[in-house]
């Protein structure tokens, strides 16, 4: 399976950016996939992360209420609508498919990884 993560950009706070998860590979919509963040000098982070058939749905605290994650397993997408966005969402953004179909918040339980996109917010 081969990830491709798109859409971030320079956006100003309060602002929206979506993110989109493209892959190659049947079995990513057998599988959750989630999101992750990474700021340089700081660990990788969880973000969200969505089952195989989209029914559950996870998220960190600091992006409750202003992130949704969502899926279209027909075309092999997952997606991260990011609103009402703040300086501290700065980061490159991953997305990472699971070998099972629950949705997980530890980045030990997704192998493979896409090559992220950057977000960056600005005050």
């Known amino acids: 399976v081969q990830l491709q993560a798109s859409g971030g950009g320079l956006v100003q706070a309060g602002g929206s950016l979506r993110l989109s998860c493209v892959a190659s590979?049947?079995?990513?919509?057998?599988?959750?996939v989630g999101w992750f963040r990474q700021d340089p000098g700081r660990d990788r982070e969880f973000v969200a992360s969505?089952?195989?058939?989209?029914?559950?749905?996870y998220y960190a605290d600091s992006v409750k209420g202003r992130f949704t994650v969502s899926r279209d397993r027909a075309k092999y997408i997952v997606y991260l609508q990011m609103n009402d966005l703040k300086p501290d969402d700065t980061a490159v953004y991953y997305c990472?498919?699971?070998?099972?179909?629950?949705?997980?918040?530890?980045?030990?339980?997704?192998?493979?990884w896409g090559q992220g996109t950057l977000v960056t917010v600005s005050s």
């Open positions: 990472a498919s699971a070998l099972r179909p629950i949705a997980s918040m530890s980045s030990g339980e997704y192998r493979y």
């Open positions: 590979g049947r079995t990513f919509s057998n599988n959750a």
């Open positions: 969505i089952s195989w058939n989209g029914g559950n749905t």
